[in-house]
């Protein structure tokens, strides 16, 4: 700095502390403040409204990262903010797959829909920016895979899988306050398999395989529930399945009245509903107990070798019942029963 | 004592100096470049990572991939130990951390026997009437969405072990030659292959697969639009 440079800067200095020192306080002037108080209130609303918009305001723009959005329910150690959304899963297709036992299920394809969320005070999804549009009043239906038959999968259900639609983001971590998982109940598939396909009341069966063969029913198939509050896509593990069979009442009837005018005495033998059993060491169907439980513990679970002595003849319902993780547990009878043939006529060539 | 002991050190110093650096001889390693499939082009393969969703990784058990027909249909000749093998093949892209661009085994023939590979196919075992069958229902069509996948104790943590193959044998001979030729599983499993690295000539996928199709899959979502 030069000297001149410094005289400078010096007498501004001084110039500065006089006029301070100098300044008097003028009175206040209540005319000009009363004339000017409707502008002062205005402004003051202004700011007022605009703080309290701000964070709709962001949200509207995709960028609410600070502050969090109270809309979306975040918490300070979890915000959540409303999110230009990656877009919303919806299942487009179910083709045939299996898990690593070999049973077959239908898979699930799926795609990812674009979406936008404007309103300035919520973050609901506003806009389907791509198909298929799965929004149906502010809920969003991933879609599901029916059941395999055979080996052909069906199209796949799209009302299935709801869940509230919104750009929150934020991680749904319970732990902290965020989005709590709930999940729906566990589903079981409808199909099964019986060895042997015909199977005879107990005690009728013919050799090879003795007197006494009973049926084996496998590849019960059972999904735990995906999460239906935060549309995390996860799944609970399915903890237990259990099979039970049921002789129908129409076919108790039958026994009761058709059977019994042909068979004197003939009535319903077996108590109902009949649970699985243990076959003795050496009946053919003993080899199967070593693998019954395929997947449990996880969201796609296999229960083989079910064992029954069917007693009477007739058509048995199925009844399934599984449970997931959360506790919560699923009943179904299946559509298709299970024929337990009467043995009637013994044909003998003359 | 002292004086002696630093001369020897400024000696030493000054013979390392002296000494002249060894340089090393750079010897040529002859490069071979690797004849692979071509790469997919940029408009393809936006579309197919676009359209398609990258699987799940694999697990243990399960081995999965999605891809899409380019619907180039051509055959094939391998021999293995000895021994001809025709294969019906169709260029597919692969949806994996990239789009990878290979043929998928369609079916395997040697001498009079036949394997076809779609698991939707439940006709006689011939060849004819098998592709007579894709034809019909335009499975092979340019675009159609396939999901080839190996499961069971074939696919384990240290790859796929085609000795425990229980596939149909011709399928597992041609997977196993795949693997012993190629040695691909790994990239396979990693969502990786001909990412980084292009893909040799004369691999292709030996799995079952099945397809999406107007029975099982959204009005629509069967076929991608490719340019």
Redesign the interface.
């Known amino acids: 700095m030069s000297y001149r440079e410094a005289l400078m800067k010096t007498k501004l200095f001084s110039f500065l502390l006089d006029k301070i020192l100098s300044f008097k306080l003028s009175p206040i002037d209540w005319q000009f403040i009363r004339r000017k108080l409707p502008h002062i209130f205005l402004l003051g609303a202004l700011v007022a409204v605009g703080m309290a918009l701000y964070p709709q305001a962001l949200c509207a723009a995709g960028q609410c990262n600070e502050p969090r959005d109270q809309w979306c329910g975040g918490t300070a150690t979890n915000p959540k903010c409303c999110a230009a959304s990656a877009g919303f899963t919806v299942v487009?297709?179910?083709?045939?797959?299996?898990?690593?036992?070999?049973a077959s299920y239908?898979?699930e394809?799926?795609?990812?829909v674009p979406v936008r969320c404007q309103n300035n005070g919520d973050c609901e999804v506003t806009e389907v920016l791509g198909?298929?549009n799965r929004l149906k009043k502010g809920y969003w239906y991933v879609g599901s895979c029916p059941s395999i038959s055979g080996?052909?999968?069906?199209?796949?259900f799209?009302n299935t899988n709801g869940s509230r639609a919104t750009c929150c983001g934020g991680s749904d971590d319970s732990d902290d306050g965020g989005c709590v998982p709930t999940f729906a109940p566990p589903s079981v598939g409808e199909t099964f398999t019986s060895d042997p396909p015909n199977p005879l009341p107990w005690g009728q069966e013919q050799p090879p395989y003795g007197s006494a063969l009973g049926v084996t029913l496998s590849r019960f198939l059972a999904t735990g529930g995906v999460d239906v509050s935060c549309n995390s896509g996860a799944r609970q593990p399915i903890t237990s399945m259990t099979v039970k069979i049921s002789l129908q009442p129409a076919s108790a009837a039958w026994i009761e009245n058709e059977l019994s005018k042909r068979y004197y005495g003939a009535h319903v033998y077996g108590s109902y509903p009949q649970f699985s059993e243990q076959p003795a060491i050496d009946h053919p169907s003993s080899a199967c107990q070593g693998v019954q439980q395929i997947g449990f513990g996880t969201p796609q679970a296999e229960l083989d070798c079910q064992w029954f002595k069917p007693l009477d003849p007739g058509r048995y319902d199925i009844i399934v019942k599984v449970c997931q993780g959360d506790a919560q547990c699923r009943e179904v009878t299946l559509p298709t029963p299970l024929t337990v043939s009467l043995l009637d006529t013994t044909l003998v060539q003359p | 004592m002292k004086r002696f002991v630093s001369m020897l050190f400024s000696l030493f110093l000054v013979s390392c100096a002296a000494t002249p650096a060894t340089t090393p001889t750079l010897i040529p390693f002859p490069t071979v470049p690797v004849k692979g499939y071509p790469a997919v082009s940029q408009d393809i393969k936006q579309v197919v990572l676009a359209?398609v969703?990258k699987p799940d990784v694999a697990f243990?058990?399960?081995l999965?991939v999605?891809v899409i027909s380019s619907g180039d249909f051509y055959t094939a000749n391998i021999t293995i130990n000895g021994q001809e093998y025709a294969l019906d093949l169709l260029m597919v892209y692969e949806r994996n951390t990239s789009v990878a661009a290979y043929p998928l085994v369609v079916g395997v023939l040697k001498g009079d026997t036949y394997m076809p590979s779609y698991?939707?196919y439940?006709g006689e075992g011939n060849r004819e009437a098998y592709l007579d069958y894709l034809e019909a229902h335009d499975i092979l069509a340019r675009g159609r969405?396939l999901?080839p996948?190996l499961?069971?104790d074939i696919?384990t943590e240290n790859g796929i072990e085609w000795n425990r193959c229980?596939l149909p044998p011709l399928q597992c001979e041609v997977g196993a030659y795949m693997t012993q030729q190629y040695n691909l599983d790994e990239f396979l499993y990693q969502q990786m292959l001909g990412v980084n690295q292009p893909i040799p000539d004369g691999f292709a996928l030996a799995w079952t697969w099945?397809?999406?199709t107007p029975?099982?899959?959204?009005p629509?979502?069967?076929k991608v639009v490719l340019p």
């Open positions: 487009i297709s179910c083709h045939p797959a299996d898990n690593p036992a070999g239908c898979a394809d799926t795609t990812q198909s298929p080996r052909l999968c069906e199209k796949p799209e | 359209e969703q243990d058990g399960v999965n999605k698991s939707g439940d969405r999901y996948e499961y069971g696919v229980g099945s397809a999406a029975e099982n899959t959204l629509g979502f069967d």
